[in-house]
């Protein structure tokens, strides 16, 4: 394990741009975890109120509430780790880095742990600071204090951690498809972001749809899965009933997805001629 990860890290340790998105992912974070309050105290100055209610009282940070709140918000900029994925992928078939580990005597299966560590490590590394945020947070804005409530409802930063490792494990497979980092991480994009959320939203909403098999169908889609491990929590706070668990089908069938990732990835390598 301790040697497939410096072997990642010597490849990626002087490369700008792994640099450049690990700076950004991590502002990210820390400004769409972080910037609730302002953005309530923005919504305050500007003489907003929910039925007389002052908005800055809501209570978004409050635990063990902050820890669904802050890894939903979080799966939104999971596509810039996604795209450091793609970039050293690609960096290996491009530079022949592949091709000369094989030579060197690491096995392709070697090959593949190495990614997978890198991946978990950054998973690891995200679900990390997104703890120290949520602790922050909660310390300064929320209600309620205790140990119940501060390590309640954990289980959310567990699926967050899972959820980016079958995400980038998408991103490992495609890079190794495609082969161009930028058609890859283009596609990527807009299918996370744009097609397929546009395309089960049409097959669940539409009214042509509704009454056939097309909304089940929907939860077997790739990213609606992942997206469905952590439900949209802000309903709550407008007396919505709201999903504030992790479901288990949704669970099953992300599980399913990544096994096929993985298998993907072992099948491609083993019948790709490196040497």
Not at 151 to 158: A, P, Q, S
Not at 174 to 203: H, N, Q, W
Not at 223 to 249: C, H, T, W
Request: aromatic share 18%.
């Amino acid at each position: 394990m301790i040697r497939v990860l410096k072997l990642e890290w010597l490849k990626i340790k002087n490369y700008r741009v792994f640099w450049i998105l690990t700076i950004m992912y991590l502002l990210a974070l820390v400004i769409i975890t972080s910037g609730g309050m302002f953005f309530l105290e923005w919504l305050k100055s500007e003489g907003a109120d929910f039925q007389g209610i002052n908005p800055t009282i809501i209570p978004i940070y409050d635990f063990p509430d902050i820890w669904q709140n802050t890894t939903y918000l979080a799966t939104f900029i999971k596509v810039l780790l996604a795209f450091i994925v793609i970039i050293s992928v690609n960096n290996d078939v491009t530079y022949n880095t592949l091709r000369q580990n094989i030579i060197d005597g690491i096995s392709k299966k070697e090959y593949i742990f190495s990614k997978l560590a890198f991946i978990v490590t950054m998973a690891a590394i995200s679900t990390l600071f997104i703890f120290v945020l949520g602790f922050i947070n909660g310390s300064i804005y929320s209600h309620v204090w205790g140990i119940e409530y501060i390590f309640d409802e954990m289980e959310f930063l567990v699926v967050f951690f899972y959820e980016v490792i079958i995400y980038c494990t998408l991103a490992f497979l495609l890079s190794l498809i495609i082969k161009k980092a930028g058609f890859v991480i283009v596609a990527l994009f807009l299918y996370t972001l744009m097609f397929e959320p546009i395309i089960t939203t049409i097959m669940i909403n539409a009214p042509f749809f509704t009454e056939g098999p097309a909304p089940e169908i929907a939860q077997f889609f790739p990213i609606k899965a992942l997206n469905n491990l952590i439900s949209v929590p802000f309903g709550r706070y407008v007396f919505m009933e709201i999903q504030d668990n992790v479901p288990i089908k949704a669970l099953t069938i992300a599980t399913g997805w990544f096994i096929f990732y993985l298998s993907s990835i072992f099948y491609i390598l083993n019948k790709r001629d490196l040497n």
